[in-house]
């Protein structure tokens, strides 16, 4: 039977632009995993570290930002990798960040983008359902109950 792991966390990056929302996209630099490809924020959870408090960390190491509003996304990045024979869970988080990114040594490039412009550049599935589902949760309103509360950080 195959076992279960959440070892990274995913966050979608995002800047309000009046009703449209843009997502923040960066380019994986030459040298590293996955080069080339327009990813979100992402990585992994350390010893003893809360997801949430891994996606804050990690926003900050790849954006040189704290978020505005950080909230987390009611759905989770799910997939099986066969040659380890491992479901992998991945919570989801969004934050709004205040400026663009100050790049770090990971990452080439950056894109604010729409939210299906972002999904084109997406190559994996689920992200792509979680960027469409974060636009939405934007577009018709953030529940209260999924905003991380500053008194926890």
């Known amino acids: ?5 959440i070892r990274v966390v995913d966050v979608y990056p995002y800047r309000e632009q009046s009703i449209n929302p843009e997502f923040l996209l960066l380019r994986r630099a030459p040298g590293t995993e996955h080069t080339g490809q327009w990813r979100m924020v992402g990585g992994k959870i350390e010893d003893d570290e809360a997801a949430w408090k891994t996606a804050r ?6 954006t040189g930002h704290a978020p505005t509003q950080f909230w987390t996304i009611p759905s989770m990045n799910a997939f099986y990798e066969w ?6 869970l991945i919570p989801a988080f969004a934050a709004a960040l205040p400026a663009d990114p100050v790049l ?3 990452h080439d490039a950056f894109a604010w983008l729409p939210a299906q412009e972002a999904v084109d550049r997406l ?6 359902r979680l960027l469409r589902l974060t636009d939405r949760l934007l577009r018709d309103g953030i529940p209260p109950s999924l905003i991380v509360e500053p008194e926890f950080e």
Do not use: G, V
Not at 1 to 5: D, E, F, I
Not at 57 to 62: G, K, N, P, S, V
Not at 123 to 128: C, I, S, V
């Open 104 to 106: 770090d040594d990971e």
């Open 83 to 88: 040659h380890a024979d491992r479901i992998n």
């Open 57 to 62: 960390r990690e926003l900050r190491e790849e």
């Open 1 to 5: 039977m195959p076992r279960s792991s």
């Open 123 to 128: 190559a994996w599935p689920e992200q792509q």
